[in-house]
């Protein structure tokens, strides 16, 4: 039991090192037109330095493609985005919130920044429809029990209120009921648009790779997010299937979402992308529009390895 305790406190003070790092360490002010701003991110696992002293922004409706070679930071960075990774020092802005400080809720600032990984992590004991609703029934859900929590605290305190004086109570928009109704109809209605409706009711196994990728594409929409992060869609995919996964994001691109993509797809990089990093030896060494980086690109590191990629 002693030794728990300790274990307990150990944790604790872990944490709270953690958070006055980042509070005695403040960041630079930062540009609310950005809608992610990275400012000195640096990260390592023990003594390997996987990327150090990277710093950059994203504006609203920007496409940005990361390239480079493989083990140059590429995933990690667009992990630490949303702090799936924890950075190692630095800081990451969204919205203007910090989420490397602790008192920033990680997961309500992650409903708006839809992720999609390039092994799809979709649930293969549920179905294709339970994997859609799984996150938006359930964030639905207990932003509804706050609000039940709240007014219940309302109503006791209330009875000691002078009759001037009582507070109304917060209004219930939905319904559980409800809740799970429109998730369920925005489901079916993102499968129509990739044209998998009839792929509701079975299980992700069943399917092909390139099926799976385009589900989890709108399981990531179901949230409606203010930006998507791929890390490489279509690594895992049969060159047949890589087309139709790309052509989903071109059209996502086409309608404005703001998205930042990993991806070894030059050709696509190309054509869809505002804008390109190039990562190499733990930075990003060159960054500028597809033109520039495939048609006039300045740094030797680039020119090797489009030199082997195009």
Known sequence: MKNAKKKTAKHNRNKNEKFFKTETTPAEPFDPDALIEVQHLTKKYGALTVFEDVSAKISTGEKIAIIGPSGSGKSTFLRCLNVLEDPTDGHVFFKGNNLCNLKVDINIQRRKMGMVFQSFNLFNNMNVLKNITLA???????????IRRKNLFIKLKNLFRKKDKKQELIKIEKSAKEIRSEAKANAIRLLERIGLADKANVYPSTLSGGQRQRIAIVRALAMNPEVMLFDEPTSALDPEMVGEVLSLIKELANEGMTMVIVTHEMGF?????TRVMFMADGKIAEEGTPEQIFGNPQNDRLKDFLSKVL
């Open 269 to 273: 990089a190309r054509e869809v992308a």
């Open 136 to 146: 938006p029934v359930h964030v639905g859900l207990q932003d509804l029990h706050k």
